[in-house]
């Protein structure tokens, strides 16, 4: 009976230790998540004004 206990107390600190890795793993990738979607947004503004600039460009150019 002893044994058992010891073993359930093992098990519960283990999962206990697993359970803050692991939700500290999903904050990380949720802050992932965020981050590459102002990199999306960010991406897509550069690519607007590198079509402005071209344009810009041919119409010096002209």
């Known amino acids: 009976m002893f044994l058992i206990i010891?073993?359930?107390f093992v098990?519960?600190?283990?999962?206990?230790?697993?359970?803050?890795?692991?939700k500290l793993l999903n904050q990380n990738i949720?802050?992932?998540k965020e981050d590459i979607a102002d990199l999306k947004e960010t991406?897509?503004?550069n690519r607007s004004l590198?079509?402005?600039?071209?344009s810009n460009i041919e119409?010096?150019?002209k």
């Open 43 to 45: 991406t897509q503004k």
């Open 6 to 8: 010891i073993f359930l």
């Open 30 to 32: 949720q802050n992932m």
């Open 11 to 22: 098990v519960f600190i283990i999962v206990t230790r697993y359970e803050k890795k692991i």
């Open 50 to 54: 590198i079509e402005k600039n071209r």
């Open 59 to 61: 119409n010096i150019i």
